[in-house]
């Protein structure tokens, strides 16, 4: 099998595991919205409303949302809502959902980009080298600086820069120091809390290949370092990219939440935290899969790249 053909198959898996979510989805939504029917039904009867009364707000209720019909062709239009963009209204926002989303989710990306960016320049170059200058003062440094990272959250960073910086023009958020715009201090967080990570999973894989034969056999040759070097990243390359990936999803999910608390930016988490403290289903319902897309586009990365470093894999 091709390189292309590999691809294509991977890319059918993740169109695949986009509507396989969104329908899960639908099943809690619709789950959720009856049972918060069966709710308000009780509360209606404990507080002595007539029958009618009770059918009459019990028929309102599952025709606005689409419930009043059977459940094949509400999830029929869910589906081809979803291929749409057409998301339905936020209550928060008063806005198409597709609409509040739009922007956001740039607005997310444009710190949470440069942040994984800077984690991965300066931890995966900082593994190789503390792996190559094993139980040396650059290891023993590194290996210290992981755990002080590892123990220290994401929004103790974002204390820590905030008594330096002033995200808010004309007033500092904490302390005095000079305004840093909001962006920058959160891909700073981002970073921080990445870095450790980076450089555990980078010095870790090529600990592995540096006690394999093809290691001593080329220092016995007497190659540079540099030569060295990159062929034991060839082998580590594809490690690396497993437990980087998974790192920064998982890591990532969480602290965009924090951070976006904290800091006065407008993104998807924000939008999420507004939409869950005033109830709003819709909105809850798409800012969560938009970031299952993007674990799914993030997975679908690492297929892309596993069949770039390692061919075998790609014709298996």
Do not use: C
Request: charged share 15%; hydrophobic share 50%; glycine share 8%.
């Amino acid at each position: 099998m091709s390189y292309v053909s590999y691809l294509l198959r991977r890319f059918a898996f993740a169109v695949f595991s986009v509507y396989a979510a969104a329908s899960v989805m639908f099943g809690f939504t619709v789950l959720q919205a009856r049972l918060i029917l069966q709710k308000q039904l009780a509360l209606l009867r404990y507080n002595g409303a007539q029958e009618w009364q009770i059918e009459q707000f019990r028929e309102a209720y599952l025709a606005r949302r689409g419930l009043d019909r059977p459940l094949y062709e509400h999830y029929a239009d869910w589906f081809v809502d979803l291929t749409t963009l057409n998301w339905g209204q936020s209550i928060a926002y008063d806005q198409p959902v597709a609409a509040v989303l739009d922007g956001r989710v740039v607005t997310t990306l444009e710190y949470v980009v440069p942040g994984v960016v800077v984690a991965v320049a300066l931890g995966v170059p900082l593994g190789v080298l503390a792996a190559f200058e094993k139980e040396g003062a650059v290891d023993w440094t590194a290996r210290l600086s992981t755990y002080a990272l590892l123990g220290i959250p994401v929004f103790m960073v974002i204390t820590y820069l905030l008594a330096v910086v002033s995200p808010v023009r004309g007033g500092p958020l904490a302390g005095d120091g000079p305004y840093v715009h909001p962006q920058v201090i959160a891909a700073g967080a981002v970073a921080a809390s990445l870095l450790a990570g980076q450089l555990r999973f980078s010095r870790s894989a090529v600990l592995d290949q540096t006690g394999r034969e093809f290691v001593k056999m080329l220092r016995a040759k007497g190659v540079s370092r540099l030569t060295l070097v990159r062929h034991v990243l060839r082998n580590a390359a594809l490690p690396i990219v497993s437990l980087s990936l998974s790192e920064l999803l998982a890591v990532l999910v969480l602290n965009i939440y924090v951070i976006e608390e904290i800091l006065p930016i407008d993104g998807l988490a924000r939008a999420s935290l507004v939409a869950v403290d005033q109830g709003d289903m819709s909105l809850i319902t798409w800012t969560t899969l938009v970031i299952v897309f993007l674990g799914i586009g993030g997975s679908f990365l690492q297929d892309v790249l596993y069949g770039y470093l390692d061919p075998q894999v790609s014709v298996e």
